[in-house]
Each structure stands twice: as structure tokens, then as C-alpha cells.
């Protein structure tokens, strides 16, 4: 079956500590996105990345680093200076074409404490 | 930035009552899409609208791209409970460099009383 993974499903951390999450996609899919989900509150883009070996700031990228070294992965690392980490994360990916659907995997929720 | 209003912020209706929700923008969109998340797992994908005046089903759904290109609605006919959830409109501008980004609505939350 063809889909997005994000792994793990909950994630907890300690204060100080660097995080990465995962995101896998067999969609074949050029471009990938993460974002980030607060209660009440719509989804804040991150980073995205268009291509390999290239990505783009987001609206909120301060904290945060990603790399995309492989079509189908597209990791993200929430690191110490992130100032509020605690928060449900989602990856995305979609086609390079000018529809933009975007196609989400089941999130991870990250806990720091 | 771009700014979506998306309205209104949390719906309680009964199970067989029609439901509407609507989202506006400060700009022109050329794309909309319209998702539905269910409590702790990604949005899914219901409606996706590229054409200023398309009208889109998807089973009871209908949702509608506004003339204006400021503004969508997404109509649910004959709820019934497993339409709980959160409601997210999303919509696109195709130009420069962030042609791929999308901007997101707060959601709408819908309960629906069995």
C-alpha cells in the first residue's frame, strides 16, 4: 500500500535533549512538508523540501533542522533551542504539479518535559 | 502573510441536520482544499477545488471555490456520527518560489448528538 509513515506514534523527551522524527513516503512524491500542530490551532509549516539535497524555511523554522538525502525520507530534528517542542507534529508530501494536494501521514506527538 | 478565516470555530448539531462551514482569505487563492482529522491522526484529504466557481461533491459533501477566489464553503448533507472531527480548509497560490505551500484555516470543530 502507498502512503506516508511517521514513526514513532508518541515520543517523549527530556528538556535539552535533541529529537528527530521520522517520515517515510512510497508515493513517489517529489516534495515532502512537515508541520506542526497546537490545540485549538491550524497546521504551521516548518520546513519543505521541493526536491533532494534541497529545503525551504517554513513559517516557524527556528529550532528546527531537516534534511533530505533520499526522495522518500524527510526527517526532522527538534532540537534544544526549540522553546516550546511539545506539540503534534505532521509530515506531508504531494507532486510537483500546480494542484497542491497535499497527502499527510498519522502525526507524532512529541512530549519534552 | 496570508491570512484564512475559517467559520465557525466549533459546530454541535444533531445527527441528520445539514452542517455548512466557510473559509475566507485576505488574498487570492487558485487552489482549495478542504481536510477532515480525526483526534490524533493526520488530516485526510475530502475536496479539492481549482476553479473559481467549481462546485465539487464527494458523497454527502459538496464544497464550492468562490467567485471572488477569496472564499470556499464546504456543505455536509444528513450528518451522521462518524463526521465528528476537525474540519481544516487550505488553499494555495501558485506563484515564485512558495508555489507549493498551502495556508491553513483554524478548523472547525463539528460534534454531531446522535
Known amino acids: 500500500d502507498g502512503g506516508i509513515t511517521q514513526s514513532p506514534k508518541y515520543l517523549f523527551r527530556k528538556e535539552g535533549q535533541n529529537v528527530t522524527l521520522s517520515c517515510e513516503q512510497n508515493?513517489?512524491?517529489?516534495?515532502m512538508y512537515w508541520y506542526r500542530q497546537d490545540p485549538g490551532q491550524g497546521l504551521r509549516l516548518i520546513y519543505y523540501?521541493?526536491?533532494?539535497?534541497?529545503?525551504q524555511k517554513g513559517d516557524i523554522a527556528e529550532g528546527y533542522s531537516v534534511s533530505r538525502e533520499k526522495k522518500e525520507s524527510f526527517p526532522l530534528t527538534v532540537t534544544s533551542a526549540q522553546k516550546n517542542p511539545t506539540a503534534f507534529y505532521l509530515c506531508?508530501?504531494?507532486?510537483?504539479?500546480?494542484?497542491?494536494?497535499?497527502?499527510f501521514g498519522p502525526g507524532t506527538r512529541l512530549t519534552v518535559t | 502573510g496570508q491570512q484564512l478565516n475559517q467559520s465557525p470555530q466549533s459546530m454541535f448539531i444533531q445527527e441528520g441536520e445539514d452542517v455548512s462551514m466557510n473559509c475566507t482569505s485576505s488574498?487570492?487563492?487558485?487552489?482549495w482544499l478542504w481536510y477532515k482529522q480525526d483526534p490524533g491522526e493526520g488530516p485526510v484529504l475530502l475536496i479539492a477545488l481549482y476553479k473559481a466557481g467549481e462546485l465539487t461533491s464527494n458523497g454527502r459533501l459538496t464544497a464550492q471555490f468562490g467567485i471572488t477566489r477569496k472564499d470556499s464553503f464546504l456543505n455536509i448533507s444528513a450528518s451522521i456520527p462518524s463526521d465528528v472531527g476537525i474540519y481544516f480548509c487550505?488553499?494555495?497560490?501558485?506563484?515564485?518560489?512558495?508555489?507549493?505551500?498551502?495556508?491553513f484555516g483554524k478548523g472547525t470543530l463539528l460534534t454531531v448528538n446522535p
Open positions: 523540501s521541493q526536491i533532494v539535497n534541497d529545503f
Open positions: 488574498s487570492i487563492f487558485n487552489t
Open positions: 487550505a488553499g494555495r497560490l501558485n506563484s515564485g518560489g512558495s508555489n507549493y505551500k498551502l495556508t
Open positions: 508515493l513517489n512524491h517529489d516534495a
Open positions: 506531508a508530501s504531494s507532486i510537483q504539479s500546480r494542484r497542491g494536494e497535499q497527502y
